[in-house]
């Protein structure tokens, strides 16, 4: 029997960004600014979530001439899914307290 676990704060934080622009390939720097991960972090948790079908990953080509291509990330719809499904609640506004 498998036993299910709920993401870690870390995945959330990836999903929530790739969520955040669905159709759009995202690269690694861009993830890590955004999230605030480490790259010991970040890159094998996209390994895993890639490896679990939540996530395509492509080479896409250089910008700039002499640089090399680099990886990009998109959510697959199971990961568009899951990122909807363990969607943090927004924090509650003061005023929302008050009420």
């Known amino acids: 029997m498998t036993r299910v676990r709920a993401p870690s704060p870390q995945t959330l934080s990836v ?10 390939w995202r690269y690694g720097y861009e993830l890590l ?25 492509e080479w896409r080509p250089a910008l700039q001439a ?5 990886h990009a990330y998109r959510l ?11 969607a943090r609640p927004a924090p509650r506004t003061q005023k929302a307290q008050l009420a």
């Open 15 to 24: 999903l929530e960004a790739l969520a955040a622009q669905p159709a759009a």
């Open 33 to 57: 600014k955004e999230t605030g991960l480490k790259p010991g972090t970040l890159y094998p948790l996209l390994i895993r979530l890639n490896g679990q079908g939540l996530l395509e990953a």
């Open 66 to 70: 002499g640089r090399p291509p680099r």
């Open 76 to 86: 697959t719809s199971q990961g568009l899914s899951l990122a909807g499904a363990s």
